[in-house]
């Protein structure tokens, strides 16, 4: 292993890039964001120009020359294969035709003259909380990461390495279909998603999913609430707020969320026992108390047989922000060996 070495990490996002520098010794360079625009919306050609931009402005803020670089790890959102190259029915990040179907990482590779190694962004965020969880032991041990965003994003992490799948889809916890009795309240309609599917952790937990069906169902049981007076999408975004000030029916609302992810955790539990469950999203950010009620339902309504709770662990995904390039360089850095 050549100890000049580095890997750069870019986090592709609806609006912009982050980026991040990792050397040999397995040090982030970077500990602050360096941000700039991503362009997805101009179409590919201005978006990966824009990547290459990202990470020629963190080499410079970190006075790294670029013959050091010997490979890149990219996260753009999914839905994309596990070789980088976006839906073919395209992805709510990006719309325009000329992104269905792109390769993103090939693309990207042929601008840049390295290596590109792609992630999902909720793959890149599984690898770093399990890197950083696990340290230098992370190949011995498997992790199960669900991120409530404005979907529900997430990977899984076996001997220390993404789970791609024969088709890249795997992880695509969202869309786990879980058993709704006794979650939902006895007159509450069955959650739907936008993939299609009734009852799954998407409908339940994300963003959407409040949007969509908690907050239309639990503002007709609390008709006074001041949610009720806001649009159905700004009140989405306002319940989290109430949720930390310890309004009952934001509680209630966010219980169901925990009781989701609490059910998506029981399958993987008898599916592949992980070591580690880990929470991220916002919630991550929110004040301490709430964020610590919050990982205690979700642990409280997942069912792990005895021996498994003697071993395992509930945990955040840590850096909300610095996770996606993170875990990005991490998945690199076998290049760097
Ligand atoms: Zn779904």
């Not at 599984?126 to 199960?144: E, K, Q, T, W």
């Not at 949610?227 to 509680?251: C, F, H, N, S, W």
Request: charged residues 20%; proline residues 5%.
């Amino acid at each position: 292993m050549d100890a000049d070495r580095v890997v750069v990490g870019i986090d592709n996002g609806a609006t912009k890039n982050n980026a991040t520098v990792l050397d040999a010794s397995g040090r982030f360079l970077v500990d602050r964001m360096h941000e700039i625009p991503s362009r997805v919306a101009q179409g590919p050609e201005a978006a990966i120009e824009a990547m290459s931009e990202t990470m020629d402005l963190v080499l410079r803020d970190t006075g790294t020359d670029r013959s050091r670089v010997v490979a890149v790890g990219l996260d753009t959102p999914g839905p994309a294969s596990a070789v980088g190259v976006i839906s073919t029915r395209g992805a709510t990040n990006f719309a325009q035709p000329a992104w269905w179907g792109f390769d993103v990482r090939g693309a990207l590779e042929a601008h840049i003259g390295l290596p590109v190694v792609y992630n999902n962004d909720g793959n890149a965020a599984a690898l770093y909380a399990h890197h950083v969880h696990f340290g230098a032991d992370a190949p011995m041990h498997s992790s199960v990461s669900a991120v409530v965003g404005t979907g529900l994003g997430g990977g899984v992490i076996e001997a220390g390495l993404v789970v791609r799948g024969a088709a890249g889809m795997a992880g695509e916890l969202g869309h786990v279909q879980i058993f709704t009795d006794g979650l939902l309240a006895d007159d509450q309609p069955m959650p739907t998603c936008a993939c299609g599917n009734s009852g799954d952790v998407e409908s339940l937990a994300s963003l959407t999913g409040i949007a969509r069906n908690l907050l239309p169902y639990w503002l007709t049981r609390y008709p006074e609430h001041p949610l009720a007076a806001l649009p159905i999408a700004q009140a989405a975004k306002e319940v989290r707020t109430y949720g930390v000030d310890g309004d009952e029916m934001a509680l209630r609302l966010f219980d169901q969320q925990a009781a989701a992810l609490g059910r998506l955790f029981t399958i993987a539990a008898n599916y592949s026992d992980p070591s580690v469950y880990f929470v991220g999203g916002g919630v991550v950010e929110a004040a301490p108390h709430f964020r610590d009620w919050f990982l205690d339902r979700v642990r409280a309504h997942t069912r792990l047989r005895e021996e498994q709770a003697a071993i395992a662990g509930f945990a955040l995904v840590p850096d909300r922000d610095m996770a996606g390039a993170r875990g990005s360089a991490l998945a690199a850095t076998a290049m760097l060996k």
